[in-house]
Every structure is written in C-alpha cells, then in structure tokens.
C-alpha cells in the first residue's frame, strides 16, 4: 500500500503539471473556466430560472453556456440580470471569472516575459544559407565585420552570423555602437561556445560559406581555444560531407602544427605573430610599406582578384601586364595551384592559369579592346646602382615578436649592419642567444632604459640609426601600451627636430584609433597588429586563394613590394603614363604596381599618396621625391 496520501499523489501531480510553465497554467486556468460555466448552466436549467422579467421561459443550455461565458470574461454583463436567482448565479460566475482572468493576464505576461529572456538569451535557432560565422568575440570582431560589409555590398541578403560566450545583447548593442551603418548586412548574435557540438547546430555551422574563428584576448589558452572549437566543427557527427572553408589564428608557433593536424586541408591558419614580425622588418626599411598592405587588404578602394581569362590565353606575361586599364596584374595562379607573383616577362598564360590583380571590383575586371599606347621609352632611364653599406638599426621595446624581427631583418640587411634593442625590461637571456646565433649579416647589442625618459632618447642619439622600429609592450593595457609608445614618438620628432634630420620610424600600436594621434608625432609608419590580423582574416574568408598571395608577398624568398626612388625608372618632370612606368620596371626584370606621391604622404584622405592600380592611360608628372612601387626580387 501506498506510503502517501491521495491527497499528497494528487497534490504532486498537479504540481508536476504547473511545472511545465505558463502552456500548462492556461490549460488548468480554461478547464476551471469550463467547470464554473458548465455548473452555473446547469444550476439555471436545473432550476428553471428565468432568462429575465419579461421572459420566463429559462435559456437552454447553449444560451445558457454562452452568457456565463460572457458574465466569466466581463463583469459589466451582470448588470443587466433581473431575478435573485439568476443574479446569484451569475454572481458566482463574475467573481470566478475576475479571479480566473486576473491569473490569466498575469500567465500570459510571465510567458511573454520568459520568451523574451529566452530570445535574449541568445540560444534560439538561427536558419541561414551561405554566410559567414565568426566564432569568438575580441576586438578583432568589429574590424572583420566591417570589411565584410563593404565586400558584401553586390551581395543579395548577405548574412554575418556572430557566435560567442557572452551576453548576446551586449554584442549586439557593441556592435551597433561601433558599426552604426551594416548597409544591406545582416548581423546575428548567438550567446554559445565555439566548443559545444549543440551550441555549433544553433549557428548553422553545417550552412556557412566560410567560417572565422577568433582567438580570445583574455584567456591564458588562446590557441587551445581555437584549436579545440576547429576540433568541434571538422569532427562534429553531424558535419556535412562537403569540406569547410575554416580561417582561424594561431598565436604561438608551437601549436601551428596541432592546428594544422585538425583542421587539414578545410583549414586556412594564420601565424599572427609571424606575419606582424615579417611585416615590421619589411616596413621599417621602406617608408610607406604598411600602408602598401593595407590598401591591398581592405576592401574599400581596390583589392586582389583572381580570373581566368581566355582571351589572354598564349600571351607573354609582359603583354598581360599593359591588357588591363583599370587592374594592376601581379602575377599568374597556375592551373595546379601554384602562385607566381612577379614571374619572367616571357612566361606564356597557358589554358587553365588563372591571373591574379588588383581591382576596384570584378567586374572592373575587363581587357581593354583599344590598341594599347606604346611607353615613352625617351622617358625611361637606367637604375643608378649603389653600393650597399651597413646599416644601423634601432629597437625600442621588447615583446614576443622582437626576436623574429631581428631575424627577418637579418634576411634583409647587408653584412656587417649593426642592431641596438633598448628596453624597460631585460629580454630573456635564452632567447637573446638562440637569436644572435642564428644571425648572420647582424650584430645585436641590448641595453635596459626607461624609453619615455628623453634623456635616456637623447643618450641613445637616434639620427645616427638608419632605421628605429618601436615595439609595444604587450603585457600592459592597450591604451597604457599605446601611450607609451606615442610618449617616445614625440620624443624622437623633438630629438630629430633639434638636430635637423628626418628619422625613418616605425612604431607598432594596438588601438587603429591611436594611429590618428599619433600622427602628430611624424612616424612614417604605423603596424598595428589587430588591424592587419582582422583585414587578413577578412580577406581570406572571402577568397581561399588569397592566403597564398599574401603569404608570397609576406615572404623573404622570391619576389616582394618595394617602394622605390621614380628617378632609378623614368626621368621626373616628364608627363607620362602607367605603361611608361610598366616598361621601365619589366625591363629590370620587376612589375609596377603603382606609386606614391611625396606630396600627399601626410595626407590620410589620399591613402598618404599611395596608390596600387593607377588608371594606365592616364598621364601625370612626377617629382624626384615620389616612389614607385614594384614587385621584384631584391
């Protein structure tokens, strides 16, 4: 026999059934609804009460349900009733009804309530085809977002789904404060793990065009992090046959082989620390460079494509280069794969190359049908040759990245050149040797100093380097790390100004926003880190093919930009156009690909005079102080 009561079971069962939320409420709140009605015509029948004075006949049933119902919902009906009985009974029935409705309302505006928490919560289904996702949340999200958005202005309905472990109206309302204007994107949030299997359904992670995964800023586990959520999506059980198109940023060498292992041929990894590293030695010994890279980064302006042109099929890698009016060729994308920036002036387009160049948009992408004008070969001069000498280079700061700097400056400089690092903090000794073994043109000298002190820029003597690079701190707050560096800026335009000398100087920042205070100080370039990884991992998410490029282009080996004098081309002063300079650069072997303007190299509203894909036909007159920018091997 049973321990409990009938009234403990019942007891139970009905709060079993409350339980199940404000759905099963109702239900209970409609059937005590139907009993009161039901009994209160009843009793009118039972008893024959009247309908009223003039009628005494009593309602029949159906009359009689449908007035209590009216009398249940609306207390006002109970006026008009004549005869205690009938007053009576309908008396009952308003005041079961008022308490019914009461709790019904109340009901009703829970669940609604719970809904919109629910929703706020972030984990309900998002049904989507074809869009990206992006995984992780950090400063990087805004930069990727907003190059999307400018990409997928030809796009019909283009979707940017957003999945991370926060609250989903804190990035929604993050987002909007720092992307006020999507244009025709739509961007979703989800409130999830990147790690969770079922947290990956509610994203269409199965649906995504491409999908980007963010390493956290905060977290002392940031590659295991993305490797871990790659693990969820390339082994998920409920993956889809066909392969991914993932892009994700690994950190720290070490685990670059891990990630490559679990991601395989759907991954496209980016070695962020590697790639800042490569791009600091590069841009500090080329005023300009990283503003180079970022015109070809961004999608604003013009970026890189790569098609397949037929009618072009059979044609020398010289005749391509002066095809196109509006498009800057760089190379050729083999049928095989391979990519070949810059390659020999005969290399013949064969069926099933794909050529790859800069465009303001594809469909900008046409050969010209006009003859093509011959260059003004009187114009173009011989490269006055100069012997190389050692160099001088400076390094303030120490972080991370510093020693791969030095190396790929090694790469770059002539025998003999000297390196100085001065630092607040003492590098690390094991790594200090590991690199000076490992040079080979460099001798690396290292001395400790407060860097914002301007006695100790004064002591160090800046204008006797050729070339300062400075490094962030990147154990301090972003905006605590930028300052610093801005402080030694201004110091060295001080330090520079006194003795009447221009410095080439690099600085590294972490806040794009910094960039416009910083300008103050004069630098002729800025690498911020965040900026570059997010517009790279932008681009990639758009065209797999392109990771390819930029690593070419990245790299110490085989053909890279470089900026320089227009007068070891064509001889200044002389109107002409882009096929001239096209002429005078295949001739030593080398693509133009544009130039920059000395005159607007302060000037952020004209790209600080860079420009990759001039119009060809289109003549102007150079000055002695203004560049032109190459692909070539040395």
């Not at 959520?229 to 059980?237: D, K, R």
């Not at 940023?249 to 395989?264: F, Q, S, T």
């Not at 604003?300 to 509006?326: P, V």
């Not at 154990?475 to 080439?504: F, G, P």
Request: with cysteine.
């Amino acid at each position: 026999m049973s321990r409990h009561s009938l009234r403990q079971r019942l007891k139970y069962r009905f709060e079993h059934t409350l339980a199940a939320g404000s759905a099963a409420v109702i239900g209970w709140l409609a059937a005590v609804s139907a009993l009161i009605i039901l009994i209160a015509s009843i009793l009118i029948i039972v008893f024959r009460i009247p309908a009223s004075e003039e009628i005494s006949e009593p309602w029949s049933l159906t009359e009689s349900l449908w007035n209590n119902l009216m009398r249940a919902l609306d207390a006002g009906n109970l006026a008009g009733d004549t005869g205690w009985g009938l007053r009576l009974i309908s008396f009952g029935v308003t005041i079961g009804g008022i308490f019914i409705v009461a709790i019904l309302i109340g009901s009703i505006s829970s669940g609604i309530e719970d809904a919109i928490t629910e929703l706020r919560k972030g984990k309900s289904l998002v049904i989507e085809k074809n869009h990206t996702l992006i995984l992780g949340w950090g400063p990087k999200v805004f930069q990727i977002i907003s190059e999307l958005v400018i990409a997928n202005e030809n796009q019909q309905k283009p979707r940017i789904v957003v999945m991370a472990d926060i609250d989903k109206v804190e990035m929604e309302d993050e987002l909007r404060q720092k992307i006020p204007d999507t244009r025709n994107t739509r961007i979703i949030c989800r409130t999830g793990s990147p790690i969770d299997l079922d947290d990956l359904k509610l994203v269409g992670f199965n649906d995504a065009r491409s999908i980007i995964v963010i390493s956290p800023e905060d977290s002392d586990f940031q590659d295991t992090f993305v490797i871990k959520s790659i693990l969820a999506i390339t082994n998920n059980p409920d993956r889809r046959p066909e392969p991914f198109h993932i892009i994700a940023e690994i950190r720290d060498a070490r685990n670059l082989e891990a990630a490559k292992l679990v991601g395989g041929d759907e991954l496209t990894v980016l070695l962020s620390a590697d790639i800042i590293s490569r791009l600091t030695a590069q841009t500090c010994r080329q005023s300009g460079l990283s503003v180079v890279y970022t015109e070809l980064l961004d999608f604003s302006g013009s970026e890189i494509y790569t098609i397949e042109e037929k009618t072009l099929h059979g044609k020398t890698f010289r005749e391509i280069i002066g095809a196109y009016n509006h498009c800057t060729v760089l190379g050729i994308r083999t049928g095989e794969g391979q990519t070949l920036l810059n390659p020999p002036m005969d290399r013949i387009l064969q069926p099933g190359d794909g050529i790859i160049v800069i465009a303001e948009d594809d469909d900008k992408i046409i050969p010209a049908r006009d003859t093509i004008p011959s260059p003004m070969t009187e114009a173009i001069c011989e490269r006055r040759e100069s012997a190389l000498s050692p160099e001088r280079t400076l390094i303030m700061g120490w972080n991370a990245k510093a020693a791969r700097i030095i190396q790929e400056l090694d790469h770059y400089v002539p025998a003999g050149s000297r390196l100085l690092v001065v630092s607040e903090l003492e590098p690390p000794e094991a790594e200090l040797q590991e690199t000076r073994d490992a040079l080979v043109n460099l001798t690396l000298q290292t001395e400790q100093a407060d860097l914002t002190a301007r006695r100790v820029i004064d002591r160090i003597a800046p204008v006797n380097y050729d070339h300062i690079i400075l490094l962030c701190d990147q154990e301090l707050d972003v905006q605590e790390a930028d300052a610093k560096i801005l402080i030694s800026l201004l110091h060295l335009r001080n330090h520079a100004e006194q003795h009447s000398k221009d410095l080439n100087v690099v600085s590294e920042m972490r806040d794009v926003r910094n960039r416009t205070l910083a300008e103050v100080a004069k630098a002729d370039d800025f690498i911020v880190s965040d900026n570059m990884i997010s517009l790279l991992l932008a681009q990639i998410s758009e065209n797999k093919a392109l990771a390819d490029v930029f690593d070419r282009l990245f790299s110490n080996e085989g053909s890279e930009i470089y900026i320089r004098s227009i007068g070891d081309y064509v001889e200044p002063g002389i109107e002409m156009d882009f096929h001239t300079l096209l002429e005078a650069a295949a001739r030593k072997g080398e693509t133009a690909i544009g130039y920059r303007i000395a005159a607007d190299s302060r000037n952020p509203d004209r790209a600080y005079g860079v420009d990759c894909n001039p119009i060809k036909s289109v003549k102007r007159s150079f000055q002695p102080e203004d560049r032109i920018i190459v692909l070539a091997e040395s």
